[in-house]
């Protein structure tokens, strides 16, 4: 093991303080440097500026108001303001204000630079402003600088974007910057050109720029910029002034500003020539990713500069995409056969280099091609020449595939070697993995445990509502009966257009208050205004939890809005919370408004659905996540309550998250099937789930959760280093996991150890919506020095290694997409959590068995084990199971950085330190010695790959344990008639078909019957299966119980007749232990309780199953099997209590007849005559 120095003087704070020198940063966090790095060059220039930022959180720019907020003091210092915009428009406009400073003469400052930043459809609503502010100008010493997001690949947008054509109608300039270190040097260009210039800078960034992490040397002073001295200024100079007729701004823009722009960028070499060949007769054209893209395809293809120096290839890297600066191109394409462009969306590049070369003087004009071939773009369709997608994004692969392609019809197949030869056959390497099947489960965002939404977006029966922007839109994956969505602000507002030609009568409209705030009013104005009938539901939740937890710009409060749809007209007003008595003490709420629990939201809904006109409902409930983060920070009370499920009563209905949509509802498998337990540790104290209609549920009421107790194995100490492995190319690893499990820590673990030892290193986060519980996947390439590095993705077919924190994820087509069978080592947690599909679909499932042969399959090597349960066990909290993961694969020698280094990053990162170091630890010895890892957490397993086992008990055992069951529900001769009818059944199995199949389920489902769970059941469970006992072990402190049920001889019912469940006190556990001693009554005229229809339907189940059960028997044979079966099995998908249990057994009725018929259509072939006897 190699010692290698580490640079321990870093900080986190480094990359705003250090003048100079190796940094590591976000791109992100580079657009504050940026802020930072102009005004130091502008105070070393004599000038006395600000700095102005204005704009709208979006991906991939979600996080841009908070790394602001967080560099707060020094932005101050520097005097460079920050105000969100209330939304994109009107924060631009602000941003237009700033360069009319110069026109005030009571100015405090010489100019102002302004950066604007918003993501694609911020720009797109931007139309207006940017097309007046441009044409306006810029102050002398000012400067306007727009970053667009772009989401190409439209991972969490409603459309993939690209703002290029919304700002070259506006005819503004776009910088096209293709990595983290450019967006300073870009930036600082772009203010330069503004000011020289007049005009206002676009600076285009997708995720790949803004939203990875790397390690760089920067000089912010170091950048040259030369200001063009030989261009003729006209008379008034270019700048902003007042007043200023239209028509001589726009003579200003099209015939002087523009043009000095390119003579600006001309002289500054913003579009450069990488590679020169002389005599060269292929050329490529890239720009922003798709040139890191480019650079990337022909690093894998074997091409370096001297390569294509020899084979007679070019590369030209654009910076200024729009307008595209002529000279470079002639001189770039002078002697070529052919110019590809690579760009990705639509032809931004390729359409200038025709024009600029249709009437160009050379000697022979190339031939241009890049979306589509020669054949040209407007042919007859289906269009088979397409050559780059302008399709989603483009990938190193695809792109090596098309270079392949070019250099062998320009050049010859001769000058490609044996590395790009694969790349000709197919445009890219054929895939070394199985395609996942078709209906694979998908790791999908889900509303957050204890969510708002999982109350507010729900409708009456026989309703449909629209989605918009927000957590909410996810309603339209879920069962919500939610079709269709707008844009940001327009909610709602498609149906003025469908309520005059359509028979529905009304529907809702989910509106979250930051969208409301932002422009949602105003479509809730124009349903008043067109006398449709709407229902606005304005989901109040106090945070923007899309992109962070962010304030809602403007904080309007509840009594503004509701005194603004008063303003506006609406007549149907009704405010719903989960706290309606501290609603009722709002100072300012209108007179006469209505106060509800959002218990009575179905209730409401149905009212005003019959109500004309528009009508609004407030719902008011802090986001889930936003009050978990308060209460770690002590700014909200943590209510001292929680929930608790009794597995043994519980049915596994699934009924809990049916009401609840609560994914801390978690499964649990035990020999009498899935049951349900609340995982204490996501769950956000929404107390949803007590809706359920079930009497397992208990409230836990003072007290606390004991903490789960650290294992007590010493530390591993003295552990032998591995071999760390050499960096001779750039190692590729992929994190796989689930957003909000700290994934993405373990990226920035390595990528700031990586830069501590001054290696080169990119980290680019895929998360998308993932902090809803979704997919999230880290990228990170590390490499002997930065300038190994090209794209920010692990390319398909290179990951080096897959550190799958989640099996789901590993298992995905985008993971499986980057591993190789020659090349990926996978290290696998082979625990595997639910998805949200859990909460809708109680019998939900998926085979982790065959997700990990997907991933053996497309791998050289893997490894899996129970990291969760190791972690937990080990270190007391689930969140030290990636640290552990990581301590794995580095013990393993697959990561090619130190140890030192790596602690030292756990200390910078902060958090947990301790337990981070020591999970690390754990993780190391794990790879050395699974089974005393297993040990010391007091698991069974060895540690390698443990999946639970299908159900194999023999038919024996299984009566054995179902007997014992019945004499501690009734008695012993009960037990006894239950397993002479189940032996009686098998024997006639036995002789028609050899088998036991159908006996078994017919144990299982006769036991379920005869073990219904009448009050003596339920109260046996509680105090006989240790429950109590349990709960000691859980819980610490004096609390008392509170028992949640609706029993059927005193419970009131509800608006559609069914029982309500009511909170009964720590009684009723005494009233249980009586109840339990009582059981002797059941089925005697004696029963106080089986009078119920329910219980009356339970016992007559018990004879009509057996009943059934010996016609099908008497008509058992192999080809009849499998139907035999399902009817076998039909008891046991009838599940739940009360009305949930009376429909799951209509269902099951409906299905009997059904399997009956089907079973009586089917052939018998043991009473079939042999052929021989037949003739």
């Excluded at 084979?311 to 070529?336: N, T, Y």
Aim: aromatic residues 6%; contains cysteine; neutral net charge.
């Amino acid at each position: 093991m190699s010692a290698h120095p580490i640079d321990t003087a870093v900080t986190l704070d480094d990359k705003y303080t250090r003048p100079r020198g190796r940094v590591y940063m976000t791109g992100t966090q580079a657009l504050v440097r940026l802020m930072l790095a102009q005004k130091q060059r502008d105070e070393a220039a004599g000038l006395n500026t600000g700095g102005f930022v204005s704009g709208y959180r979006g991906s991939p720019l979600g996080s841009v108001d908070l790394e602001m907020w967080k560099a707060a003091p020094h932005l101050e210092s520097h005097r460079i303001k920050f105000v969100p915009g209330l939304n994109e428009e009107l924060a631009a406009t602000s941003v237009w204000g700033t360069q009319m400073v110069s026109l005030d003469p009571k100015a405090t400052v010489d100019g102002v630079f302004a950066l604007w930043y918003g993501k694609g459809p911020g720009v797109d609503r931007c139309g207006d402003v940017f097309k007046h502010g441009n044409i306006a100008g810029c102050s002398r010493h000012g400067g306007v600088v727009l970053v667009a997001g772009d989401d190409h690949a439209c991972k969490s947008s409603t459309l993939p974007h690209q703002s290029e054509h919304a700002f070259i109608a506006a005819m503004i300039p776009v910088l096209n910057p293709a990595g983290v270190r450019e967006l300073i040097e870009f930036g600082l260009h772009g203010y330069a050109m503004s000011r020289y210039s007049g005009c206002w800078i676009g600076l285009k960034v997708v995720s790949d720029t803004v939203e990875s992490s790397t390690s760089m040397d920067i000089d912010p002073m170091a950048v040259e910029i030369r200001v063009p001295d030989t261009y003729p200024i006209p008379d008034g100079g270019f700048h902003i002034r007042w007043p200023d007729p239209p028509l001589e701004q726009e003579n200003r823009l099209q015939r002087e500003r523009l043009y000095a722009l390119l003579e600006y960028v001309r002289q500054n070499g913003l579009n450069r020539q990488d590679w020169e060949a002389p005599g060269a007769r292929l050329g490529i054209v890239t720009t922003g990713k798709s040139y890191l893209d480019v650079r990337e395809a022909l690093s894998m293809m074997g091409i370096d500069e001297a390569a294509a120096r020899d084979m007679g290839l070019r590369l030209l890297k654009i910076g200024v995409s729009w307008p595209l600066e002529p000279e470079c191109i002639c001189e770039f394409a002078e002697g070529l056969d052919e110019i590809l462009v690579v760009e990705e969306k639509r032809q931004i590049i390729e359409y200038q280099i025709k024009e600029h070369l249709y009437n160009a003087a050379i000697a022979a004009r190339p031939r241009v091609v890049g979306k589509y071939d020669e054949t040209g773009e407007w042919v007859h369709v289906p269009h088979d020449g397409i050559l780059l997608s302008p399709n989603g994004e483009l990938t190193p692969a695809a792109i090596a595939g098309v270079i392949a392609s070019r250099i062998a019809k320009v050049i010859g197949a001769e000058a490609l070697g044996p590395s790009a030869r694969p790349y000709l056959a197919a445009r890219k390497p054929a895939e070394g993995f199985t395609r996942p099947a078709q209906g694979t489960p998908q790791r999908l965002p889900y509303f957050c445990s204890g969510c708002p939404h999982n109350t507010s977006t729900k409708v009456p029966e026989g309703s449909r509502a629209v989605a918009g922007i927000g957590c909410h839109y996810m309603a339209q994956w879920m069962n919500r009966r939610t079709e269709t969505f707008t844009q940001m602000g327009g909610e709602g507002a498609t149906w003025i257009g469908q309520a005059f030609f359509t028979d529905t009568p009304h529907i809702f409209a989910n509106l979250g208050d930051g969208t409301y705030s932002h422009s949602g009013s105003l479509a809730i104005r124009a349903a008043v205004a067109a006398g449709v009938n709407i229902t606005y539901k304005i989901l109040v939740n106090d945070a923007v939890a899309m992109t962070g937890g962010q304030p809602v710009e403007g904080a309007p409060t509840v009594p503004q809005i509701l005194q603004q749809m008063v303003a506006e007209g609406v007549p149907h007003l009704r405010l719903v919370g989960d706290d309606p008595d501290a609603l009722a003490e709002l100072p300012g709420l209108p007179a006469g408004i209505a106060i509800s629990h959002r218990d009575k939201m179905d209730d409401i809904q149905r009212e005003l659905r019959n109500k004309p006109g528009v009508s609004v409902i407030v719902y008011v409930q802090t986001c889930a996540a936003e009050k978990r983060r308060r209460r770690k920070r002590g700014k909200l009370a943590d209510p001292p309550r929680r929930v608790v499920i009794n597995e043994e009563v519980c049915e596994g209905c699934g009924d809990c998250g049916v009401q609840s949509n609560c994914v801390s509802i978690q499964p649990l498998e035990t020999p009498l099937g899935r049951k349900r337990t609340i995982d204490q540790s996501s769950c956000n104290k929404d107390y949803s789930c007590l809706k359920g209609f079930c009497p397992s549920f208990v409230t836990v009421e003072g007290g606390r959760l004991r903490k789960p107790a650290r294992s007590a194995a010493p530390l591993p100490t003295g552990l032998p280093a591995p071999r760390i492995p050499g960096l001779h190319e750039p190692c590729n690893i992929a994190i796989t996991g689930v957003g909000g499990t700290g994934v993405i820590t373990i990226g920035a673990l390595m990528g700031i150890a990586a830069h501590l030892e001054g290696k080169g290193v990119v980290v680019l986060d895929m998360a998308g919506l993932a902090q809803k519980g979704g997919a999230v996947m880290s990228h990170v390439r590390l490499a002997a020095t930065p300038s190994a590095l090209h794209a920010t993705r692990v390319p398909a077919g290179r990951a080096d290694l897959i550190l799958g924190c989640d099996l789901m994820v590993a298992a995905s087509l985008d993971a499986l997409d980057m591993m190789s069978p020659v090349r990926t080592r996978a290290v696998i947690n082979a625990d595997v959590a639910p998805t949200g599909a859990f909460t809708q679909d109680p019998d939900w499932a998926i085979s982790p068995q065959a997700m990990l042969e997907q991933v053996q399959g497309a791998t050289r090597h893997l490894e899996s084990l129970q990291a969760g349960a190791l972690a937990t066990a080990l270190m007391g909290d689930s969140i030290a199971t990636n640290v552990f993961m990581l301590g794995y694969a580095w013990q393993k020698s697959w990561i090619p950085l130190e140890e030192s280094s790596l602690m030292r990053a756990i200390e910078l990162n902060g958090a947990a330190v301790e337990m981070n170091k020591a999970a690390f630890a754990w993780g190391r010895q794990a790879a050395l010695d699974p089974a005393a890892v297993a040990v010391a957490a007091g698991l069974r397993q060895s540690g390698t790959v443990v999946m639970m086992p299908p159900r194999t008990h023999s038919l024996d055992a299984l009566l054995a344990d179902r007997t014992a069951r019945l004499t501690s529900y009734q008695h012993a001769a009960y037990a006894r008639r239950y397993e002479a009818f189940v032996r009686e059944i098998a024997a006639q199995e036995a002789a028609r078909t050899g088998g036991t199949r159908f006996a078994r389920e017919v144990a299982i489902s006769l036991y379920k019957l005869m073990a219904y769970k009448d009050e003596y059941e339920v109260a046996r469970l509680f105090v006989g299966t240790g429950f109590f006992d349990r709960l000691a072990r859980q819980f610490e402190g004096g609390y008392s119980l509170r028992f949640h049920l609706a029993p059927p001889l005193f419970a009131r019912r509800d608006a559609h007749g069914h029982l309500m469940k009511k909170a009964y006190g720590p009684w009723m556990r005494h009233a249980y232990a009586v109840l339990a001693k009582a059981r002797f009554l059941r089925g005697t005229p004696f029963d106080p309780f089986g009078y119920t229809a329910e219980r009356r339907a339970e016992r007559a189940a018990i004879p009509d199953y057996q009943a059934s059960m010996r016609r099908v028997a008497a008509k058992l044979a192999p080809e009849r099997l499998e139907t035999a079966l399902e009817l076998a099995r039909l008891p046991q998908e009838v599940r739940g209590y009360g009305h949930v249990k009376a429909e799951q057994a209509r269902q099951a009725e409906l299905r009997r007849r059904q399997l009956l018929a089907r079973l009586e259509a089917e052939p018998d072939t043991r009473n079939r005559p042999a052929p021989h006897e037949a003739a």
